[in-house]
T-cell receptor, first 111, second 113 residues
Framework: GESVGLHLPTLSVQEGDNSIINCAYS??????FIWYKQESGKGPQFIID?????DKRQGQRVTVLLNKTVKHLSLQIAATQPGDSAVYFC??????????FGQGTRLTINP | DAEITQSPRHKITETGRQVTLACHQT?????MFWYRQDLGHGLRLIHY???????NKGEVSDGYSVSRSNTEDLPLTLESAASSQTSVYFC????????????FGSGTRLTVV
């Protein structure tokens, strides 16, 4: 079946550097994508979303890029901070309201 | 403030017992979802509901059931708990519309012994 996946399960970056987390999706009909952050012991938290009619969307210190040609999604975090340590999931909308989640990437910040 | 709450936070039960996990939201969202989270599998959809009296099966629905008698609640029942159902369970809700993400609860950690 079609699924959303991630290129790397773990990512380690230096504090202050930029982080890039990647995601591949296979359903070319998907029109809405979301990034979630999950801290230990908590539920996933919405970070940023993007519709398929956009290539880029920016939030506070975060940017999501969508490349529909190669079905690739990325999350960029600027000036990574210790509080950014978490597991990050991309999700793809399938059906009216149903989201399919990727496996997750664990982001670790080195001091 | 509106919120989505799950209870209990932790539960230990024995194999074969019926268990119900509660999910209550005050967002007035029509759409509610149950996911389980296991290492190596990410979040997998169990059941979901688009409104009162509506329920639908997700990709891992065997052994689980839900009912939706009002907007606020979507309880998840494990009819006969199995060790394979040891997991962390998350409930989520979303409003109608094509550009909204989910709001998740804090999760219930269920251990079946």
């Amino acid at each position: 079946g079609e699924s959303v996946g991630l290129h790397l399960p773990t990512l380690s970056v230096q504090e202050g550097d930029n982080s890039i987390i990647n995601c591949a999706y296979s359903n070319s009909a998907s029109d809405y994508f979301i990034w979630y952050k999950q801290e230990s012991g908590k539920g996933p938290q919405f970070i940023i979303d993007i519709r398929s009619n956009m290539d880029k969307r920016q939030g506070q210190r975060v940017t999501v890029l969508l490349n529909k040609t190669v079905k690739h999604l990325s999350l960029q975090i600027a000036a990574t901070q210790p509080g950014d340590s978490a597991v990050y999931f991309c999700a793809e909308r399938q059906g009216a309201q149903k989201l399919v989640f990727g496996q997750g990437t664990r982001l670790t910040i080195n001091p | 403030d509106a919120e989505i709450t799950q209870s209990p936070r932790h539960k230990i039960t024995e194999t074969g017992r019926q268990v119900t996990l509660a999910c209550h939201q005050t967002w007035n969202h029509n759409n509610m979802f149950w996911y389980r989270q296991d290492l190596g599998h990410g979040l997998r959809l169990i059941h979901y509901s688009y409104g009162v009296h509506d329920t639908n099966k997700g990709e891992v629905s065997d052994g689980y059931s839900v009912s939706r008698s009002n907007t606020e609640d979507l309880p998840l029942t494990l009819e006969s708990a199995a060790s394979s159902q040891t997991s962390v369970y998350f409930c989520a809700s979303s409003p109608d519309g094509r550009s909204y993400g989910y709001t998740f609860g804090s999760g219930t950690r269920l251990t079946v012994v």
